[in-house]
Nanobody
Framework: QVQLVESGGGLVQAGGSLRLSCVAS???????LGWYRQATGKQRELVAR???????SYADSVRGRFTNSRENAKDTISLQMNSLRPEDTAVYYC??????????WGPGTQVTVSS
Protein backbone atom coordinates (compact mmCIF):
# COMPACT_ATOMS: atom_id res chain seq x y z
CA GLN A 1 0.00 0.00 0.00
CA VAL A 2 1.10 3.53 -0.82
CA GLN A 3 -0.51 6.76 0.25
CA LEU A 4 0.10 9.95 -1.70
CA VAL A 5 -0.58 13.41 -0.34
CA GLU A 6 -0.30 16.52 -2.51
CA SER A 7 0.12 20.10 -1.41
CA GLY A 8 0.76 23.48 -2.94
CA GLY A 9 -2.16 24.15 -5.26
CA GLY A 10 -3.94 27.47 -5.41
CA LEU A 11 -4.88 30.48 -7.48
CA VAL A 12 -2.31 32.41 -9.49
CA GLN A 13 -2.34 34.94 -12.31
CA ALA A 14 -1.18 34.01 -15.79
CA GLY A 15 2.60 34.18 -15.99
CA GLY A 16 2.99 33.32 -12.33
CA SER A 17 4.45 30.29 -10.61
CA LEU A 18 3.33 27.57 -8.24
CA ARG A 19 5.09 24.62 -6.68
CA LEU A 20 3.33 21.35 -5.98
CA SER A 21 4.69 18.69 -3.67
CA CYS A 22 3.74 15.07 -3.14
CA VAL A 23 4.84 12.78 -0.33
CA ALA A 24 4.52 9.02 -0.74
CA SER A 25 4.30 6.84 2.34
CA UNK A 26 4.23 3.07 2.63
CA UNK A 27 6.52 0.09 2.32
CA UNK A 28 6.35 -0.50 -1.43
CA UNK A 29 9.27 0.16 -3.74
CA UNK A 30 8.21 2.94 -6.09
CA UNK A 31 9.50 2.88 -9.66
CA UNK A 32 7.56 5.80 -11.13
CA LEU A 33 6.45 9.05 -9.51
CA GLY A 34 4.68 11.77 -11.39
CA TRP A 35 1.81 14.13 -11.99
CA TYR A 36 -1.37 13.99 -14.01
CA ARG A 37 -3.99 16.68 -14.38
CA GLN A 38 -7.63 16.80 -15.30
CA ALA A 39 -9.41 19.93 -16.45
CA THR A 40 -13.17 20.22 -16.29
CA GLY A 41 -14.76 18.25 -19.09
CA LYS A 42 -11.46 16.75 -20.26
CA GLN A 43 -9.65 13.48 -19.80
CA ARG A 44 -6.89 13.07 -17.27
CA GLU A 45 -3.51 13.63 -18.91
CA LEU A 46 0.12 13.06 -18.01
CA VAL A 47 2.03 16.18 -16.99
CA ALA A 48 5.41 14.80 -15.91
CA ARG A 49 6.93 11.67 -14.43
CA UNK A 50 10.24 10.38 -13.15
CA UNK A 51 11.41 6.79 -13.49
CA UNK A 52 13.51 5.08 -10.84
CA UNK A 53 16.65 5.59 -12.93
CA UNK A 54 16.06 9.31 -12.96
CA UNK A 55 14.66 9.51 -16.48
CA UNK A 56 12.10 12.28 -16.66
CA SER A 57 9.44 12.99 -19.24
CA TYR A 58 7.03 15.86 -19.78
CA ALA A 59 3.92 16.58 -21.76
CA ASP A 60 4.69 18.79 -24.76
CA SER A 61 2.38 21.46 -23.39
CA VAL A 62 4.48 21.95 -20.22
CA ARG A 63 8.02 21.16 -21.37
CA GLY A 64 10.31 24.09 -20.66
CA ARG A 65 7.90 25.61 -18.14
CA PHE A 66 7.48 22.83 -15.56
CA THR A 67 10.23 20.97 -13.71
CA ASN A 68 9.63 17.69 -11.89
CA SER A 69 12.17 16.66 -9.27
CA ARG A 70 12.39 13.73 -6.87
CA GLU A 71 14.05 13.18 -3.50
CA ASN A 72 14.54 9.43 -3.60
CA ALA A 73 15.37 9.01 0.05
CA LYS A 74 12.03 10.51 0.98
CA ASP A 75 9.87 9.40 -1.97
CA THR A 76 8.92 13.01 -2.41
CA ILE A 77 8.44 14.82 -5.67
CA SER A 78 7.94 18.46 -6.49
CA LEU A 79 6.52 20.09 -9.57
CA GLN A 80 7.78 23.62 -10.13
CA MET A 81 5.37 25.32 -12.52
CA ASN A 82 6.48 28.57 -14.14
CA SER A 83 4.93 30.80 -16.78
CA LEU A 84 1.52 29.41 -15.94
CA ARG A 85 -1.29 29.79 -18.46
CA PRO A 86 -5.06 29.68 -18.04
CA GLU A 87 -5.07 26.36 -19.87
CA ASP A 88 -2.98 24.88 -17.05
CA THR A 89 -6.05 25.18 -14.81
CA ALA A 90 -6.92 21.70 -13.58
CA VAL A 91 -6.91 19.34 -10.65
CA TYR A 92 -3.39 17.96 -10.37
CA TYR A 93 -2.94 14.40 -9.14
CA CYS A 94 0.17 12.78 -7.80
CA UNK A 95 0.68 9.28 -9.21
CA UNK A 96 2.99 6.40 -8.55
CA UNK A 97 3.60 2.90 -9.83
CA UNK A 98 5.32 0.36 -7.63
CA UNK A 99 7.83 -2.36 -8.42
CA UNK A 100 4.86 -4.78 -8.43
CA UNK A 101 3.21 -2.56 -11.06
CA UNK A 102 0.43 -1.35 -8.76
CA UNK A 103 -0.77 2.18 -9.30
CA UNK A 104 -1.80 4.72 -6.70
CA TRP A 105 -3.26 8.22 -6.88
CA GLY A 106 -3.39 11.15 -4.52
CA PRO A 107 -6.67 12.95 -3.84
CA GLY A 108 -5.70 15.88 -6.09
CA THR A 109 -5.02 19.56 -5.62
CA GLN A 110 -6.66 22.39 -7.55
CA VAL A 111 -4.56 24.77 -9.63
CA THR A 112 -6.37 27.78 -11.07
CA VAL A 113 -4.67 30.24 -13.39
CA SER A 114 -6.54 33.47 -14.04
CA SER A 115 -6.08 35.49 -17.21
Amino acid sequence: QVQLVESGGGLVQAGGSLRLSCVASGSAVINVLGWYRQATGKQRELVARIMSGGITSYADSVRGRFTNSRENAKDTISLQMNSLRPEDTAVYYCYCRTQLRREYWGPGTQVTVSS
